[in-house]
């Protein structure tokens, strides 16, 4: 059964930093690309950031980008989402998703329970 | 960027048919994706590239984009349906995921 199990969320203040862990199991985590999504509440989901099987393809949403960075372990079936300069908008629950996809990101058939970040102003 | 457009909620009695669609410029040449959301709960991928069906999702979950809009299709809803459901495509031109604003279905 593929899993992926989240953790690493809390409760940080504004401009603070958190690192998000992804572990998986259940497949050969080395063969496939992962992606993050988070959602905020009363929102939809958005996407922020891809990195390929290799870890040599990265993507990120603009909203992102400079702030965020997104690492992988293929030893360890880890993935990670290194979080800086928060802010209160990115509250939200943070998932990590496989992809089924190669190159880049296409579509996201299994997801971990989420955990939830909290920024506090 | 890209923009995905879904009506904000579709209602639909037990037993009937609950079609919801997601709009976006030339969407019939995108790969759309379906995504099933309820509280709590992780999100459920229920179409891929269109019209695909994941392994163990109903056959009355179904998809088609043959034009504007791409459409999903809920045939016979229960009320284990009701649930916010999101089309996704990426968008090649931008490198970035793009998910529609989501529809909330709505079991009578």
């Known amino acids: 059964e593929v899993q992926l199990v989240e953790s690493g969320g809390g409760l940080v203040q504004r401009g603070g930093s958190l690192r998000l862990s992804c572990v998986a199991s259940?497949?050969?985590?080395?063969?496939?690309?992962l992606n993050w999504v988070r959602q905020a509440p009363g929102k939809g989901p958005e996407w922020i950031s891809y990195?390929?099987?290799?870890?040599?393809?990265?993507y990120y949403a603009d909203s992102m980008k400079g702030r965020f960075t997104i690492s992988r372990d293929n030893a360890k079936d880890s993935v990670f989402l290194q979080l800086n300069s928060l802010r209160a908008e990115d509250t939200a629950v943070y998932y990590c998703?496989?992809?089924?996809?190669?190159?880049?990101?296409?579509?996201?058939?299994?997801w971990g329970q989420g955990t939830l970040v909290t920024v506090s102003s | 960027s890209y923009i995905l457009t879904q009506p904000p909620s579709v209602s639909v009695a037990p037993g009937k048919t609950a079609r919801i669609t997601c709009g976006g410029n030339n969407i019939g040449i995108q790969a759309v994706h379906w995504y099933q959301k309820k509280p709590g709960q992780a999100p459920v991928l229920v179409v891929y590239d269109d019209s695909g069906r994941p392994s163990g999702i109903p056959e009355r979950f179904s998809g088609s984009n043959s034009g504007n809009p791409a459409t999903l299709t809920i045939s016979r809803v229960e009320a284990g349906d009701e649930a916010d459901y999101y089309c996704q495509v990426w968008d090649s031109g931008s490198d970035h995921v793009v998910f529609g604003g989501g529809t909330k279905l709505t079991v009578l």
């Open positions: 990195i390929s099987s290799g870890g040599g393809t990265i």
């Open positions: 998703a496989r992809d089924r996809g190669g190159s880049y990101p296409y579509s996201f058939d299994h």
């Open positions: 259940g497949f050969s985590f080395s063969d496939y690309s």
